[in-house]
């Protein structure tokens, strides 16, 4: 069906035998379908040519034929060749195309790194015999081992594995042609071109590579296993009968004689190839015998005829038959099927036809023979002879598609025609599952058989027209190939004919002499800027000229807008998810610092624009990785280009990351679908520069492996990188994320613009749509097309591109008679380009034509430069190519123009990017494979890519070719669907007057400037959607009853100009179009859609915004596409996505199956990224191809540290990347940095100034002066600065000022600062190191069940009952107990003595309560410890234990009762300081039996908070070096350092609690001049549990209990020591700890209820009240806190008249002083002499408080008394017992209760008055 016989068929009379055979064949799927060339040919009863079309008889012809080469024997043979000569040279005439000069022959250089030394492959392996012959070499079925002879090493053999099929057999005979071959060396399998393979195993040849020359012998393994040298291959049968044959008689036979053919007529297994011309019909006219005629037709006399021996005679024709058959195409299916007999399609001998009008137009003459000659019936199974000049006459070479059947033999020229396995291989669908077809939507009945497929397709196929069947052609080449072949057309002049073509005008005049006509007329130019295109100047006087204004170009700072921080974070929260996944591949805490990379494709401006924006971020001097003054320079080592220097670069890089372990370095490779090869498909590159370069650096070992080197792939058209055998593992890819909603809207100054944007467009029904296909364009295409059918498409459409500019700038300057000529597209494209300079605003004027092939664009700039030059309008515009090998060239005129513009640039700036031409008029030739990702200005207006064609047919070629106009438009623009207005002249007039207001915006819809009337311009108004004012909204409808209103489905829309409202407005909207098609398009009546319809309705601003340069600015570009891109991009109405979806994603991936679903419309890039993962698989020579999954498991390789980022082209990734790195930079500070409190201390100016009797710089304190030291009850501590002050004498004489109400719903901000983590810090669960991960992690799942649970028993006299608490103890923790002899009963808890001195161990065992905060407690104490062993236990409450278990398996657990479930701090540390003593008292006893002193036996434990993070010691540096007060010094110390400092105190066993100060950035000298201290301390306590056996923890509080505790203990005499010179840093944790109760109703009535006051906390007793869910302690400290102004109202910021409180301190608001009072004897307490107090606090008072001791104190007039306690009965004896009610007046109404129920044990207090 090639084009050599196009037209002899009647083509109805085939198409109507093809209909037939599809049909029977879908009727009856049973019955094998009868072929189609059966039918058409073999019908005995139906000759399928009438007999007018019969043309002479072949004989006649046969006859004329041998006539004409007897007569041209003697050029046949004129140069007298030997036969050996002969031989050789018919083998080296196979390899070249029939039609073309023989080229000599040069390697094809080999791929950048790949071995190149003789004797090895180009991997580096060795392939010599010697080196060989003892190696177990596997081979495939079929394959044998041969020896090849490299011309370079004469004594080696190389050892090569070839496909037995296409070797000859031991007569010479039967290989098949080509080759196929696999690499044993390093294993590389399919090289399916011998001289693929010669390169491959570098045999270095100066002639073209030929089996039959260089595959020398079979290789043989001996009996003892060595592979040695065999016998030689026989590629030619014996010549010594064919040789006499040629050489008996060199005198041409002209009888039509028939020669005996050997071996019973048939040669080399193939039948001969003499034509049975009638005898097939049964009347031969010879009697029986085969004409012996050569069937090879007389080509035109004007070629001369190619010496082949062969031709010469009819008695030659042996020879010719009897070698090896010509070789087939390079695609020849080595499986093609058997014959089978009675199945046989045989393709009939074609004969070419004579044209009537020659190829190339130029008048040839014609050879005497005319006729057509017919193709002939042939029976099943013979053979079909290819015509020798086929290729030259037809220009194509015929493809036969294996499909049905068998094929027959063909003979003759068959290196002219093409026999291809990739039809039928289309239909190779694998046998599915039932399952799988479920899946498709499809039942096993309804699949099709192989044959009706192919038949339905061959249908499709006839169908086609001839512009189609080209398409196909040049679709099959890939990007580079049909470069190559443009370039190839250009170099070998085959253009000459098409250029020639267009050296005159449309109207048939010489271009370049009109030209030089024109420019010898003007003789000047036309002026530069602000003028008409007729203002003429001198060129000098052009040169000179500088605009004055600065053009506003916007030139704001890199700003990251909401988009790309939202996806910066997707990336970081994906890089900690890798961190935390468990699979050790990324450890985030190793790293203190960021370093990066970026890795770009090979373009110079892309280069450039990316070093623009790492500038323009700061990113440099954000990550600490460049000083600011050198970061400009230094940013260039961070941007490298994929070519041949990345090597170098690459290694420097590489020697950083394994320099640096601390820096987690960041490869970021962008545009990374581009070049996406594999190093070792060498072989398989078409030369390109950048082969497998990416995969080298990318998939190396080196990046795979380092621990500290995340690789972030950035794709705007990620498909390559989404295939079965993808490196990224799905869930790390980070997609740009969907904008779709109001919200997301109102948040972004602008809005994207991308494809789909593009695709919806179409659908607006506007006059100007931004998609647009030229049709007139592509009817002159097609006429091109049919003239010259042998050049590729694109130097078709380009040639005639320039010509179209060229006419359109002639036509538009002096020659208006061309304007008929040019396409209104063209006309208007230019007018603006060249009319808009001479505006005084300046427009957008630039316009990108794309032009794939480099020699093409540099054609194309060449010939518009010099029309642009003639016409004088050089300094109008500018002309660029924008070439990715090479800087931008800009004339100097125009880069002072661009100067003057942007203001400051120094005086060597010249444009390195397209955006830095913002503003400049210019058409940008912008060639290379593919666009590479470079942003254009803003003032881009137009893009041409009407050369990209049949050629890009993959979703990657064709989608990043319109993605270079996609842009980001400015908000102001969209607001609801705009509805256009179809008013006619007087109508439009009234309109505009009357409804010109600053509401209203009116539409100019520009009209293409060309005479074609087919193009007209409307003008209408744009309606407002959604607008609330009422004055608009009456406008809309008084508008929409205009009767011009058009339907808006058909009419909507947004044209490039827009004027603002205001005549005097001066600036013009920004403008942009977006998706308002939709929900147009569904309403039909002509009435505007309701205010809440539209999907971005918000009202038009009145006025425009600053700085906007007109609507051009606003619009994205208009894009002008071929017909085939814009029948695939356009979108189909239905809601179906655009077809260009369907396409194969991209050319390096190929479909798994040929059945498959479809993506739908609604597909997230997430959904279409899984899509093809399962239908896609890498090709052969992709970089992923090596990634296979393993066959075992079927799991697939993903690289943990590898990352993609996409999203649509030119929405911002690089900003989002860059900062992504700030971010992770930032992450990884603070993973090493904590937020810690930072308060001075409070109550500072009154405290007592006792501290000074201590020297200073003594390291611990001297217990006689220290006992003499006042104790100083006022609280020091930030944390309580909203608590009830302590009262002093000192306090008295204070003057306080009212304190604002804190409100209890808004807890304060307490001050923090960022502090970096040191070595010596505690940390929480998200710290992983190698040092600390065994106290961490427990190494086996196994091990969780190895710590056991042990009950531990001792009776409380505080609780009045036996306590069970649970210890879980992890095996290697239980050195630290003892447990019983049998039955492993815990007894007690190892404690050291008194005298011990083990400098790496610390006596004191450290508790530390923990709730709600199993992961972000500061349990690991590991680094705080300095690593040494340390006794150290969780207190958890009961419910808590699971989690705490989960997150701290090696930790020691101590279990409260559960009956402590709800309680607050103050039971933990109760129970902590009642089992220690207990458990001193066990350890006293046992250690006694040892014969130890029970006072040797060490008494302190450490209680410390869950949020102790950073240790710091404190030293006054020297005053004599600063005259000014002296500075501190600090330094971080370990938790261990701090503990054995203080453990060492001597005497300590006389001190009750030993601690140290809070942190505070405030420290001065004078707080650090006592170094110690006699007061509170908190948070971190050494606790002597012997002294303080009598003084115990209020376990009911929630609040304030170690204030409580500290007062007690002191008042009992014992002595606080607080040592100065350290200090605690506390990290400010922001979950669990001690957090407030929610305070709800306990039975809920409504979800909505208004919050609870904690006036609301208590209530009277047995009242309707609503009572709440929460501890009866919590609400009473909560209403406490809250009620001083209602219980004490007299104590109100009356300090000189404290509250009193026995035995207790309770916070009762900040406005009162409280006096602590301890009611045991011989205690000491504050003196209260002459006070007179303004309240009593009575709380759970014990037997102590009596009522003598109550009337020593003296109470104000009107006092107020408050009794706490735990029941009714015990209120009232309480009261009775004191007798209180002797001075103190009490009202019925003045008992009150928490608002509990009576189950949860409320607690009851009573108020009252002092009489």
């Not at 496909?163 to 071959?181: I, Q, Y």
């Not at 009319?835 to 005084?840: C, L």
């Not at 005479?1011 to 607008?1027: C, D, H, K, L, Q």
């Not at 009356?1694 to 205690?1723: Q, T």
Request: a negative charge.
């Amino acid at each position: 069906m090639g084009n050599s016989y196009a037209g002899q068929l009647k083509s109805a009379q085939f198409e109507e035998a093809l209909h037939n055979s599809i049909e029977a064949s879908l009727r009856c799927s049973s019955v094998v379908p009868r072929p189609i060339f059966s039918q058409l040919y073999l019908d005995p009863d139906q000759h399928p040519f009438s007999s007018a079309d019969v043309k002479p008889k072949v004989e006649d012809l046969d006859k004329d034929l041998v006539h004409r080469y007897t007569q041209n024997g003697s050029l046949d043979f004129s140069n007298n060749l030997t036969v050996n000569e002969m031989e050789d040279d018919e083998d080296d005439e196979e390899m070249s195309d029939s039609n073309s000069p023989p080229i000599p022959y040069s390697q094809k250089p080999a791929p950048e790194g790949s071995c190149t030394t003789d004797g090895f492959c180009q991997a580096g392996k060795d392939l010599r015999l010697v080196s060989l012959c003892m190696e177990q070499i596997d081979i495939p079925a079929g394959f044998l081992l041969v020896g090849a002879k490299s011309p370079n090493l004469p004594e080696h053999i190389l050892v090569c594995a070839v496909d037995k099929r296409f070797l000859p057999d031991d007569h010479g005979k039967n290989a098949l042609l080509g080759f196929s071959g696999n690499c044993i060396g390093c294993g590389e399998r399919g090289f399916r071109y011998f001289t693929e393979f010669s390169n491959h195993i570098n045999l270095k040849l100066t002639t073209q590579p030929k089996k039959q020359k260089h595959l020398k012998y079979y290789l043989v393994r001996s009996s003892q296993g060595v592979l040695s040298k065999g016998p030689l291959i026989c590629w030619k049968e014996c010549r010594s009968r064919q040789s006499s044959a040629t050489c008996h008689s060199m005198k041409p036979n002209s009888s039509g004689s028939s020669t005996v053919t050997p071996e019973n007529g048939t040669t080399n297994g193939y039948k001969s190839g003499f034509i049975q011309t009638d005898a097939a019909n049964g009347n031969s006219s010879h009697g029986g015998k085969s004409s012996a005629s050569s069937s090879t037709p007389a080509r035109p006399g004007n070629y001369s005829l190619s010496p082949r021996p062969s031709y010469a005679s009819g008695d030659q024709a042996t020879m010719f038959i009897s070698g090896p058959p010509k070789k087939r195409h390079r695609g020849w299916y080595p499986g093609s099927p058997v014959p089978q007999p009675g199945l046989v399609v045989p393709v009939p001998t074609v004969r070419p036809l004579s044209r009537t009008e020659s190829l190339l137009s130029a008048p040839v003459p014609q050879t005497p023979l005319t006729g057509i000659l017919q193709p002939r019936p042939i029976p099943a199974g013979e053979t079909v002879i290819v015509p020798e000049n086929l290729l030259s006459n037809s220009g194509v070479r015929p493809v036969i598609l294996i499909g049905y059947g068998t094929l027959p033999y063909f003979y003759g020229n068959v290196g002219d025609i093409v026999v291809s396995p990739l039809l039928v291989n289309c239909y190779k669908i694998p046998q599915l599952e039932n399952k799988d077809l479920e899946h498709l939507g499809l039942t096993g009945s309804q699949l099709l058989s192989v044959e009706n497929m192919i038949l339905l397709t061959i249908q499709y196929l006839v169908r086609l027209g001839q512009h189609q069947s080209r398409a196909l052609a040049e679709s099959m080449l890939t990007t580079s190939e049909f470069l190559k072949e443009i370039s190839y057309e250009l170099i070998t002049g085959k253009v000459s004919f098409l250029a020639s073509h267009f050296k005159t005008t449309s109207l048939g005049d010489d271009l370049d002499k009109l030209l030089d006509k024109m420019q010898q007329r003007r003789g000047s130019v036309v002026t530069p800027f602000n003028g008409d295109l007729n203002e003429c100047v001198s060129a000098q006087e052009a040169a000179a000229m500088i605009p004055t204004q600065n053009l506003d170009l916007d030139n704001e700072t890199f700003q990251i807008y909401q988009p790309q921080l939202t996806v910066a974070r997707k990336l970081l929260s994906q890089v900690c998810a890798i961190a935390d996944s468990g699979s050790q591949s990324l450890d985030l805490g190793h790293f203190s610092k960021v370093d990066f990379i970026i890795i770009v494709p090979r373009s110079e401006v892309l280069v450039q624009q990316t070093l623009q924006r790492i500038r323009q971020s700061g990113v440099l001097v954000d990550l600490g990785l460049e000083e600011n003054g050198t970061a400009y320079q230094r940013a260039e080592k961070y941007v490298v280009r994929l070519d041949n220097e990345i090597q170098t670069k690459f290694e420097v890089f590489m020697r950083r990351v394994k320099q640096n372990p601390y820096t987690l370095f960041v490869l970021v490779h962008d545009n990374s679908h581009v070049e996406l090869t594999s190093v070792i498909s060498g072989s398989l590159s078409h030369g390109e520069p950048s082969h497998g370069l990416a995969d080298r650096v990318i998939n190396c070992r080196e990046v795979l492996e380092a621990f500290n080197l995340l690789v972030l792939q950035v794709s705007s058209f990620p498909y390559t990188l989404q295939t079965q055998q993808s490196r990224i593992s799905s869930s790390n890819e980070v997609h740009w994320i969907q904008l779709d909603s109001m919200e997301d809207m109102s948040c972004q100054e602008k809005l994207y613009f991308g494809l789909n944007e593009y695709s919806k467009s179409l659908q607006w029904g506007i006059t100007s749509p931004l998609l647009r296909c030229d049709e007139t364009f592509e009817k002159m295409v097609n006429t091109l097309l049919e003239r010259y059918p042998r050049l590729h498409s694109m130097v078709v459409r380009c040639y005639l591109l320039i010509q179209q500019y060229s006419e359109a700038l002639m036509a538009l300057t002096t020659m208006a008679s061309l304007r008929d000529h040019s396409t209104p597209e063209t006309l208007s494209i230019m007018d603006d380009l060249i009319s808009s300079p001479g505006k005084t605003r300046s427009g957008r004027h630039m316009l990108i034509i794309r032009v794939p092939s480099v020699q093409l664009a540099m054609l194309a700039k060449e010939r518009l430069q010099e029309v642009r030059d003639k016409l004088g309008l050089q300094y109008r515009f500018e002309i660029i190519l924008g070439n990715p090998a090479s800087e931008l060239s800009v004339a100097t005129h125009f880069v002072a123009r661009l100067k003057t513009w942007r203001g400051n640039e120094p005086e060597e700036w010249t444009p390195r990017t397209y955006q830095d031409l913002e503003g400049l008029p210019c058409i940008v030739i912008l060639t290379g494979k593919d666009p590479l990702g470079e942003t254009f200005p803003r003032s881009l207006k137009y893009c041409d890519l009407r050369l990209i064609d049949s050629s890009y047919l993959t979703r990657t070629a064709l989608e990043q070719e319109v993605g270079l106009a996609c842009c980001y438009v400015s908000k102001e623009v969209i607001r609801g669907p705009a509805v256009a207005l179809d008013l006619s002249g007087k109508e439009q007039e009234r309109a505009t007057t009357s409804e010109n207001d600053a509401d209203e915006l009116l539409i100019d819809l520009e009209r293409p400037q060309s005479n074609s009337s087919a193009v007209t311009g409307t003008s209408g108004s744009i309606m407002e959607n959604g607008v609330s004012s009422s004055s608009t909204a009456d406008k809309s409808q008084k508008l929409s009853l205009t009767p011009g209103f058009q339907s808006p489905a058909n009419s909507v829309g947004l044209d490039e100009g827009v004027s603002a409202g205001t005549a005097g407005a001066g600036e013009t909207l920004k403008q942009e179009c977006d998706s308002l098609g939709p929900q147009l398009a569904s309403s039909s009546t002509s009435k505007p859609p309701p205010p809440s319809s539209g999907a971005r309705a918000l009202p038009w601003p009145g006025q425009a915004p600053r700085g906007c340069r007109g609507l051009h600015a606003a619009l994205p570009p208009v894009v002008i596409l071929s017909k085939a891109a814009y029948s695939l991009l356009g979108a189909p109405r239905g809601g179906k996505p655009p077809a260009s979806s369907s396409l194969l994603p991209h050319a390096d991936v190929a479909w798994v199956s040929a059945l498959r679903p479809l993506l739908h419309k609604d597909m997230s890039s997430e959904e279409q990224s899984l899509y093809y993962r399962q239908w896609t698989s890498a090709r052969q020579h992709h970089a992923d191809f090596s990634n296979q999954p393993d066959p075992a498991s079927g799991a697939r390789t993903c690289h943990p540290r590898r990352l993609l980022l996409t999203g649509p082209p030119q929405v911002g990734k690089t900003g989002s990347y860059l900062q992504f790195l700030r971010i992770l930079f930032r992450m990884l500070i603070r993973l090493l940095e904590v937020d810690v409190y930072d308060e001075g201390e409070i109550n500072t100016d009154h405290s007592e100034s006792s501290e000074v009797s201590q020297s200073e710089g003594e390291p611990w304190p001297d217990i006689e002066s220290f006992s003499k030291m006042p104790f100083d009850v006022s609280v020091h501590d930030p944390k309580y600065s909203l608590m009830s002050l302590v009262y002093t004498e000192k306090l008295a004489g204070v003057k306080q000022e009212a304190i604002k109400d804190s409100k209890a719903e808004e807890p304060r901000k307490r001050g923090t600062m960022s502090m970096m983590l040191t070595k010596y810090a505690a940390y929480n669960t998200f710290h992983h190191c190698e040092q600390c991960h065994q106290y961490m992690d427990f190494t086996s799942a196994a091990q969780m069940s190895d710590s056991t649970l042990h009950a531990f028993t001792f009776s409380s006299s505080m609780l009045g009952e036996e306590v069970q608490l649970y210890f879980i103890i992890p095996k290697s923790k239980e050195s630290h107990f003892v447990f019983s002899k049998q039955g492993k009963h815990l007894e007690s808890m190892r404690l050291p003595l008194v005298s011990d001195k083990n400098l790496n161990a610390v006596k004191s065992p450290i508790f530390t309560p923990s709730s709600g905060r199993h992961e972000h407690g500061l349990l690991n104490l590991f680094h705080a410890m300095e690593g040494i062993s340390h006794l150290h236990l969780l207190v958890v409450k009961e419910y808590e234990m699971p989690l705490y278990r989960k997150y701290w398996p090696n930790h020691i657990m101590l279990v409260l009762p559960g009956m402590f479930n709800n309680a607050g701090v103050g039971a933990a540390r109760f129970l902590i300081k009642e089992l220690s003593y207990h458990n001193l008292e066990l350890e006293r006893n046992r250690l006694e039996e040892l014969g130890v002193k029970r006072q040797c036996v060490w008494p302190f434990i450490v209680v410390m908070d869950d949020s102790c993070v950073l240790w710091n010691i404190h030293s006054v540096q020297d005053q004599s070096s600063q005259p000014m007060e002296a500075g501190v010094s600090s330094k971080n110390v370990s938790l261990k350092s701090v503990l054995q400092h203080i453990e060492a105190t001597p005497k300590i066993i006389h001190y009750a609690i030993l601690g140290i100060q809070k942190w505070s950035s405030k420290l001065t000298s004078q707080s650090l001049k006592a170094p110690f201290s006699r007061c509170h301390v908190h948070d971190f306590i050494l606790l002597n549990i012997d002294l303080t056996q009598n003084v115990q923890y209020d376990f009911n509080r929630y609040f304030c209990e170690d204030v409580d505790f500290n007062l007690r203990t002191n008042s009992s005499g014992l002595l606080i020591c607080r040592f100065n010179n350290f200090s605690l840093m506390k990290k400010h944790v922001q979950v669990g700890g001690q957090r407030d109760f929610i305070i709800k109703p306990k039975i809920m009535v409504s979800e909505s209820l208004a919050p609870i006051l904690p006036l609301q906390y208590v209530c009277a007793p047995d009242s309707e009240h609503t009572l709440l869910a929460a501890p009866a302690q919590f609400l009473l400290e909560k209403f406490l806190q809250h009620a001083s102004y209602k219980l004490f109202p007299k104590a109100i910021h009356n300090f000189k008249s404290p509250v009193l409180a026995i035995d207790c301190y309770l916070n009762i608001g900040p406005e009162v002083a409280i006096c602590y009072v301890s009611s045991r004897p011989h205690s000491s307490n504050v003196s209260c002499e002459g006070v007179f107090f303004s309240g009593l606090l009575l709380y759970l008072c014990d037997s102590f408080v009596g009522a003598d001791l109550l009337k020593k104190f003296n109470f104000l007039k009107g006092a107020t008394l408050c009794v706490i306690c735990q029941d009714r009965s015990s209120l009232r004896q309480t009261i009775v017992r004191l007798e209180l009610e002797d001075e103190w007046q009490f009202r019925l109404r003045d008992e009150f209760q928490t608002a509990n129920s009576s189950d949860d044990k409320p607690l009851y207090f009573l108020t009252g008055r002092h009489v």
